[in-house]
């Protein structure tokens, strides 16, 4: 896109000045001259800044090509560029720089033969980056006295060179439509589903030998269900426990057995052989319960890992003496977690309807979507929080590379409505200036311009813009503090200029 500033004549081109050691020559006279000629393009990989001088027949002209990669805005360091001109009478002149002439900046110098409007078709091959640029209308003039006059005014645009925003973290995207959502604003907490999540307790009393847990598992070590935990060497009051528990359990599936056939021939009422199934069953619970626990091993009882997940927590030592029921380990499967959202009861109406929610959690710069992590919403609370006056809503997702942590406190927003395209742009794009919502525009390559905004929808990281800026229009998303500091010390942004 060729952008045209500073313009008197309607066939006048672009000017693009900044007041630092770029040693472009301007012609003066009674106030006017020759302004450089800058453009500023935009591929799916590369940006181009390029800058030249007006542009006459038999005269030597160098363009100042500054090229970055759009992969991380950064200077493109290699590669050969060809640059082809190509004028409406079929004239051709081609140029090759096997190299830049330093980071980010390839100097190809041409002498055309022919006035006219060319144009110039740039071809860059390189490992970094591939690509073809076309910049229409380079305009070539017969003699100096067809040269348009430019008045130069005073600009208010904010210098911010190419060499400036290679060094840091910086980037830009043009302001599009996006489908965006109202939400309502929640708190909440992320929670284990209870069936990922065990406290792993001795069944029996007993002692923790030394000798027979010489590989016990650490904290953060993942195990399988059914996987040896520990081998606990019991008291004897233990084993006779286990034990009778066994044999309570056979002796009531024998008499349970033996009930049901005397039913099956009348000789027992229906009462007699339920209150046997009964008994069968719960004897059953129990030996059932104590085996999901334990293996009988040489060594003793080895406790066994109930599911899949990782060790949170142990609560024993080598050598210590247990009682029945002591803690031992913690378990958490972390794949899938519950998220648990306080909705102010004001709000309760509008998201009984809502399937779909959104959180952000603290020590994570991302805002995660409960669709897109294969989730949905599992229940409603029937009661209120007396104390905070919030309903509970419960989401369930996956965990995408167990980053999400238990206990985190989350940032809930409650999807309402349905969603509508509207003009928005990233949050890291706003900076909060003295309470006002401010953007910076990069007009061209190296200009920039402050935006004071109104906003509204904030949904998925992007924020609704309802004034301030048009569609199309490429707004800082990264380095907009610094671009802040050079409006603040333009004198900063002068320092550190090209030298050609």
């Given at each position: 896109?060729?952008?045209?500033?500073?313009?008197?004549?309607?066939?006048?081109?672009?000017?693009?000045?900044?007041?630092?050691?770029?040693?472009?020559?301007?012609?003066?006279?009674?106030?006017?001259?020759?302004?450089?000629?800058?453009?500023?393009?935009?591929?799916?990989?590369?940006?181009?800044?390029?800058?030249?001088?007006?542009?006459?027949?038999?005269?030597?002209a160098?363009?100042?090509?500054?090229?970055?990669?759009?992969?991380?805005?950064?200077?493109?360091?290699?590669?050969?560029?060809?640059?082809?001109?190509?004028?409406?009478?079929?004239?051709?002149?081609?140029?090759?720089e096997?190299?830049?002439?330093?980071?980010?900046?390839?100097?190809?110098?041409?002498?055309?033969?022919?006035?006219?409007?060319?144009?110039?078709?740039?071809?860059?091959?390189?490992?970094?980056?591939?690509?073809?640029?076309?910049?229409?209308?380079?305009?070539?003039?017969?003699?100096?006295?067809?040269?348009?006059?430019?008045?130069?005014?005073?600009?208010?645009?904010i210098?911010?060179?190419?060499?400036?925003?290679?060094?840091?973290?910086?980037?830009?995207?043009?302001?599009?439509?996006?489908?965006?959502?109202?939400?309502?604003?929640?708190?909440?907490?992320?929670?284990?589903?209870?069936?990922?999540?065990?406290?792993?307790?001795?069944?029996?009393?007993?002692?923790?030998?030394?000798?027979?847990?010489?590989?016990?598992?650490?904290?953060?070590?993942?195990?399988?269900?059914?996987?040896?935990?520990?081998?606990?060497?019991?008291?004897?009051?233990?084993?006779?426990?286990?034990?009778?528990?066994?044999?309570?359990?056979?002796?009531?599936?024998?008499?349970?057995?033996?009930?049901?056939?005397?039913?099956?021939?009348?000789?027992?009422?229906?009462?007699?052989?339920?209150?046997?199934?009964?008994?069968?069953?719960?004897?059953?619970?129990?030996?059932n319960s104590?085996?999901?626990?334990?293996?009988?091993?040489?060594?003793?009882?080895?406790?066994?890992?109930?599911?899949?997940?990782?060790?949170?927590?142990?609560?024993?030592?080598?050598?210590?003496?247990?009682?029945?029921?002591?803690?031992?380990?913690?378990?958490?499967?972390?794949?899938?977690?519950?998220?648990?959202?306080?909705?102010?009861?004001?709000?309760?109406?509008?998201v009984?309807?809502?399937?779909?929610?959104s959180?952000?959690?603290?020590?994570?710069?991302?805002?995660?979507?409960?669709?897109?992590?294969?989730?949905?919403?599992?229940?409603?609370?029937?009661?209120?929080?007396?104390?905070?006056?919030?309903?509970?809503?419960?989401?369930e997702?996956?965990?995408?590379?167990?980053?999400?942590?238990?206990?985190?406190?989350?940032?809930?927003?409650?999807?309402?409505?349905?969603?509508?395209?509207?003009?928005?742009?990233?949050?890291?794009?706003?900076?909060?200036?003295?309470?006002?919502?401010?953007?910076?525009?990069?007009?061209?390559?190296?200009?920039?311009?402050?935006?004071?905004?109104?906003?509204?929808?904030?949904?998925?990281g992007?924020?609704?813009?309802?004034?301030?800026?048009?569609?199309g229009?490429?707004?800082?998303?990264?380095?907009?503090?610094?671009?802040?500091?050079?409006?603040?010390?333009?004198?900063?942004?002068?320092?550190?200029?090209?030298?050609?």
């Amino acid at each position: 896109m060729l952008r045209l500033t500073k313009i008197i004549l309607l066939s006048a081109v672009l000017t693009f000045l900044v007041s630092c050691t770029h040693d472009h020559d301007h012609e003066t006279e009674e106030g006017h001259g020759h302004g450089a000629i800058s453009v500023t393009q935009y591929t799916d990989s590369t940006e181009i800044f390029m800058e030249y001088q007006p542009l006459l027949v038999n005269q030597e002209a160098e363009f100042l090509i500054h090229l970055t990669d759009l992969k991380n805005f950064k200077a493109v360091t290699e590669g050969v560029l060809t640059a082809e001109f190509v004028n409406e009478n079929g004239n051709k002149i081609t140029v090759t720089e096997y190299e830049p002439a330093r980071a980010g900046i390839y100097i190809p110098s041409v002498i055309f033969d022919n006035a006219g409007n060319y144009k110039m078709t740039i071809t860059l091959k390189g490992g970094q980056v591939s690509d073809v640029i076309i910049v229409e209308d380079v305009k070539v003039y017969a003699n100096s006295s067809e040269l348009p006059h430019i008045h130069e005014e005073e600009s208010s645009d904010i210098p911010f060179l190419k060499e400036q925003q290679w060094k840091i973290e910086f980037a830009n995207e043009p302001v599009q439509k996006r489908k965006l959502q109202k939400s309502v604003l929640a708190t909440g907490e992320i929670k284990p589903k209870p069936e990922n999540y065990a406290k792993v307790v001795s069944p029996v009393r007993g002692t923790i030998l030394a000798k027979h847990n010489s590989k016990i598992n650490s904290i953060g070590d993942y195990v399988k269900t059914g996987e040896v935990l520990l081998i606990i060497s019991p008291s004897a009051d233990a084993s006779i426990n286990v034990q009778r528990i066994k044999s309570e359990y056979l002796l009531a599936e024998t008499e349970y057995q033996r009930v049901n056939k005397l039913y099956d021939r009348k000789a027992v009422s229906q009462k007699r052989l339920d209150e046997a199934r009964s008994d069968f069953e719960a004897k059953r619970s129990s030996y059932n319960s104590l085996t999901d626990q334990i293996k009988i091993t040489d060594n003793g009882y080895a406790i066994l890992s109930p599911i899949n997940g990782y060790i949170e927590k142990l609560n024993f030592s080598l050598g210590e003496n247990l009682e029945s029921g002591e803690e031992l380990f913690t378990i958490v499967n972390p794949n899938r977690l519950i998220l648990q959202a306080n909705i102010p009861s004001s709000r309760s109406e509008d998201v009984i309807n809502s399937n779909d929610a959104s959180f952000r959690v603290e020590g994570l710069n991302r805002e995660y979507s409960i669709k897109e992590l294969n989730g949905g919403k599992i229940s409603v609370a029937a009661g209120l929080n007396q104390t905070n006056r919030t309903i509970p809503v419960y989401y369930e997702f996956n965990n995408p590379q167990n980053k999400i942590k238990i206990g985190m406190f989350a940032e809930v927003f409650v999807k309402i409505g349905e969603g509508e395209e509207l003009l928005a742009i990233p949050e890291s794009a706003i900076i909060n200036e003295d309470g006002l919502h401010t953007a910076y525009v990069q007009l061209e390559g190296e200009a920039f311009e402050k935006r004071i905004l109104k906003t509204g929808i904030i949904d998925q990281g992007y924020v609704q813009v309802l004034e301030g800026l048009k569609e199309g229009e490429r707004v800082v998303t990264k380095g907009a503090y610094q671009v802040r500091l050079a409006a603040l010390s333009p004198e900063s942004a002068i320092g550190h200029g090209h030298v050609h």
